[in-house]
């Protein structure tokens, strides 16, 4: 039995510290007690720590699965140079050969080894499983354990194996440590690691240094960005994109702008990476633009800015991310940039995913669109996403805190929101409230016969902006909860009974607005729509009809959106029609589009419905200019990367803007790239798939297609297709 003194003792001796932080004590004690353990605490808060001295301590090694060889270097190399000992800390990866390997496992056997880290693909190796089973074991270390949940920010499936091969090599405690993990996410960890009963270390989420910032993401955001690294110069920062190339494409950007800026992704080579890690922390480089692939267990204090160029799919890895500033409790700015066209990019990269983690998927983005779209403390929102109770109304650290806000008085649609619940059992989401609510026969809302339901449409008359960050808000103040089994289904708090029978004040602020800074206009705002279903599956059937008649895919009549926004705006002269995402001249000059706007004109004479007099128009002269640019360019034969380069776009951007002249009426012939770059056969597959699909969707393309068809190539004919078929 280690005596308190001992262990403070073995805490200066080993690290230096005269103090534990926090649960750090309690937590070691738990283990050396041989008892499972599960450690919730965000960066910073000195998680390894948790496991690295109790190994020191315990007779035997401590096995541990930690997801990133850069982080097991990183600690193994602080470990070894705790002591005089050599090989006190060792790591098997894809990175050793077959030599190094075996002077690890000498190290072992000899018992010189305290701390092994392992990747848990290297785990699960027939020939490491049957060298461990030989090994005495003190216990097993399951590091950043949310990449064994689906509900995780980073799910890794080979997480999922961690406890049938400990069952192999024979069982010892299990210490899961993580720094992000909600509700569900906390279950599903202790559920596959086999630890249900495991004692329960949660810190504080809080981080009272970092401020929070979320910003529209315009065509700008370079410059913001450039602007924000000059004001803060020779600050470390960390800049976080989805993709690969556009982490090359910034990097260069603040390299042509004179900042020390590295690229830091998965493509690069490892010695590449290596070096560009060791030169941040040394700080040979103040910016590192990354992909996820790089921060975790990156001992780093004093990173002063995190900016995520793009919104992440998830508020854990958004959490996770931000945590890398102010490590040292300094100064920690943390930016988003936001645009919808995003969170629908992310959506659509779904697709073809099996159901269940396409509903996963877009629950997290959900939750995601709901932090950078409201405009209530984004402390308070974080907090409550993990469950935890934040007690101040104004954190005075986030741009919404440091904003003046207009509350509106919402104590009367709160009672109807609650009493709408009530009503259809609280078995639903909150996008399905919402639609009960408001009136919309949505076909899942018809199916189960709520819109024959007394309250359903019962808050009709408000404005349709208030539903979202009402039921938010209801959430944060613990009117509402949600079902933690069953993700995402809301239910009704004592608290929330109690206000449906004695209504009290409920103040909200509305969502912000976050427009984008082009002509696209998002086929649904994720919080309101006036799509009118009735017109709408009119407008389809007709386009059915059309799509017989010309013996065409109904989606080259017009597209989805087109229709869905049809059946919003009402347009009902053709040039109103024009207004409409999706249709130029090219499609007011075919012979259906005045059957479409006749249709909408007599629906609308006959339900006597009062259209808005400003329909949305897009006047957006630069990318007008653009758009004329690129069809001259096309005119002449040149060839489609040239003309990328030479307007400074990318080649997708470039297939982007190309594709929306197509889709809203323009032919353009690009014979002459395609007989250029492709095989001829592939072309001539690649059409005649879109000739007999239903769907114009590249996803669906790819999957039927298979992998000998690039998305490049498929989008290419795809927009032969629909210039020659449409146009």
Same mark, same amino acid.
Request: glycine share 6%.
């Given at each position: ?453 007394? =309250?359903?449409?019962?808050?009709? !008359? #408000? %404005?349709?902006? &208030?539903?979202?960050?009402?039921? /938010?808000?209801?959430?944060? *103040? ?120 006749? =249709?909408?004109?007599?629906?609308? !004479? #006959? %339900?006597?419905? &009062?259209?808005?007099?400003?329909? /949305?128009?897009?006047?957006? *002269? ?106």
């Amino acid at each position: 039995m280690i005596t308190k003194e001992e262990l403070s003792t073995a805490l200066k001796k080993y690290f230096g510290f005269d103090t534990f932080k926090g649960d750090q004590e309690a937590v070691i004690r738990n283990v050396l007690d041989g008892n499972d353990t599960f450690v919730l605490m965000p960066t910073g808060s000195g998680k390894s720590l948790c496991y690295q001295l109790p190994s020191l301590l315990m007779e035997g090694t401590a096995i541990v699965v930690s997801p990133l060889i850069a982080l097991m270097k990183n600690q193994v190399d602080v470990i070894n140079g705790l002591s005089d000992v050599p090989g006190l800390a060792h790591y098997i990866n894809s990175s050793l050969n077959k030599t190094a390997i075996e002077e690890v496992k000498a190290d072992i056997v000899e018992g010189r080894t305290k701390l092994l880290y392992v990747a848990p693909e290297s785990l699960t190796k027939d020939e490491n499983v049957e060298f461990l089973q030989s090994v005495k074991i003190s216990f097993y270390a399951v590091d950043e354990a949310h990449c064994i949940s689906e509900w995780g920010h980073d799910f890794r499936p080979e997480y999922r194996r961690i406890r049938p091969i400990v069952n192999v090599i024979g069982n010892a405690p299990i210490i899961a440590l993580t720094a992000t993990a909600t509700d569900k996410v906390r279950t599903d960890i202790k559920k596959n690691l086999g630890i249900v009963d495991a004692k329960e270390f949660k810190s504080s989420f809080n981080r009272p240094n970092l401020y929070y910032e979320v910003r529209a993401k315009t065509k700008d955001v370079d410059k913001d960005i450039i602007k924000f690294i000059k004001q803060h110069s020779g600050k470390s920062g960390i800049i976080y994109c989805l993709s690969r190339k556009k982490v090359e494409e910034l990097a260069a950007v603040l390299q042509a702008n004179d900042i020390k800026a590295e690229a830091y992704h998965a493509g690069l080579d490892s010695a590449k990476r290596s070096q560009t890690q060791d030169d941040f922390l040394m700080e040979r480089i103040d910016v590192i633009v990354a992909t996820i692939a790089f921060g975790m267990g990156i001992d780093k204090p004093d990173v002063r800015f995190v900016i995520h160029y793009d919104i992440p799919k998830s508020l854990e890895g958004y959490y996770q991310e931000t945590g890398r500033a102010g490590r040292d409790g300094g100064e920690g700015i943390c930016i988003a940039f936001y645009a919808y066209k995003d969170l629908q990019k992310l959506d659509k990269f779904m697709e073809g995913k099996p159901v269940a983690e396409q509903d996963i998927g877009r629950q997290l983005l959900q939750e995601t669109a709901a932090y950078a779209e409201t405009s209530v403390c984004r402390r308070k929102m974080l907090l409550h996403y993990f469950g935890e109770v934040y007690d101040r109304d104004n954190c005075g650290n986030c741009d919404n805190c440091l904003a003046p806000k207009t509350y509106i008085e919402a104590k009367k649609q709160l009672v109807m929101t609650l009493q709408a619940i009530v009503a259809i059992k609280e078995n639903f989401r909150s996008d399905y409230v919402e639609d009960f609510i408001v009136g919309r026969e949505t076909d899942e809302i018809v199916a189960h016969k709520h819109h024959e339901l007394e =309250l359903f449409g019962c808050g009709a !008359d #408000e %404005n349709e902006k &208030i539903w979202n960050p009402l039921i /938010r808000q209801a959430l944060i *103040a613990g009117y509402l909860k949600k079902d933690v089994d069953n993700y995402g289904l809301l239910k009704i708090t004592p608290d929330g009974k109690k206000f449906i029978k004695a209504p009290k004040s409920f103040k909200i602020v509305e969502n912000k607005d976050f427009p984008d800074d082009d002509e696209y206009v998002p086929e649904h705002d994720g919080t309101t729509s006036a799509l009118d279903p009735t017109l709408n599956a009119m407008l389809r059937d007709l386009r059915k009809k059309w799509a017989r008649k010309l013996e065409r895919p109904p989606y080259v009549i017009f597209q989805d959106v087109s229709l869905e926004q049809m059946a919003t705006d009402y347009p009902v002269t053709l040039e109103e029609l024009k207004n409409i995402q999706g249709v130029g001249e090219g499609k007011i000059r075919q012979s259906y589009a005045k059957e479409f706007v006749d =249709l909408i004109k007599k629906y609308c !004479d #006959e %339900n006597d419905i &009062i259209r808005q007099a400003d329909l /949305r128009v897009r006047t957006v *002269a630069k990318k007008s200019v653009l758009k004329v640019k690129i069809i001259q360019s096309i005119d002449r034969q040149v060839a489609l990367d040239d003309i990328a380069e030479a307007q400074g776009i990318d080649f997708e951007t470039l297939l982007d803007e190309v594709e929306a002249i197509v889709y809203s009426g323009t032919k353009l012939n690009i014979d002459y790239f395609l007989d250029e770059v492709m095989d001829e056969d592939h072309v001539d597959d690649i059409y005649d798939y879109f000739t007999e699909s239903e769907t114009d969707s590249i996803e669906a393309a790819i999957k039927e297609l298979g992998s000998d068809y690039s998305e490049d190539e498929i989008r290419l004919v795809r927009i032969k297709f629909i210039s020659e078929m449409a146009n």
